[in-house]
């Protein structure tokens, strides 16, 4: 279990996500788990994944093996990349993908934001991909970090890193799916041409 965010304030696009790994009612925090990081980077983008700790180890090695990082500069990209991943996940991963006959769509399992010079993004279970305008979360402890994200986000003081780790913290004090420390990266929005 995990909660992860991301936020786009003046200029600047970041992420964050707590440490807690969880295994039904054991917690296992950053004090004994040194692989802990639940964000990661590919190419120019940060990537911060909800779900067993498989899929981080999955995505990272699928990534690392291809020839040239994929571009996560729009909706239409990520998606390309999500449906290539889902194939491979099946195939190489064993991706257990069955679930309820009533969806339309298989599922990937898991939940995905990203940050990067272009944007804030978030890639759900069925692939679908969204472009958030100021901040988003996702996770167990979403509901906790969003509200926090409204609250706070139009304080002067706080920059897009400092809401983003504010969101975690939130969520670390009231859902017991999270917990700290926080870890968190800032890019800059691209230059217009």
Not at 176 to 189: F, L, W
């Amino acid at each position: 279990m995990t909660t992860l965010a991301v936020v786009r304030k003046n200029g600047q696009f970041a992420i964050a996500a707590d440490t807690l790994t969880k295994w039904g009612s054991t917690k296992e925090s950053s004090v004994y788990v040194t692989n802990h990081e639940k964000i990661f980077q590919v190419g120019d983008s940060y990537l911060a994944i909800t779900g067993t700790t498989t899929f981080k180890l999955i995505l990272t090695e699928y990534f690392s093996q291809l020839e040239t990082p994929p571009h996560f500069d729009s909706v239409a990209s990520i998606f390309r990349t999500w449906q290539e991943l889902h194939t491979v996940m099946k195939e190489r991963y064993f991706l257990n993908a069955t679930e309820d006959k009533e969806d339309d769509v298989e599922t990937s399992r898991f939940y995905v934001l990203i940050a990067n010079s272009h944007g804030i993004f978030g890639v759900a279970p069925h692939r679908t991909v969204q472009e958030f305008s100021k901040f988003y979360a996702y996770g167990a402890g979403a509901e906790y970090a969003m509200g926090a994200l409204y609250a706070a986000y139009d304080q002067p003081k706080l920059n897009a890193e400092a809401l983003a780790r504010l969101a975690v913290d939130a969520a670390a004090e009231f859902d017991d799916s999270t917990g700290g420390p926080v870890t968190s990266h800032t890019v800059r929005a691209a230059k217009k041409k």
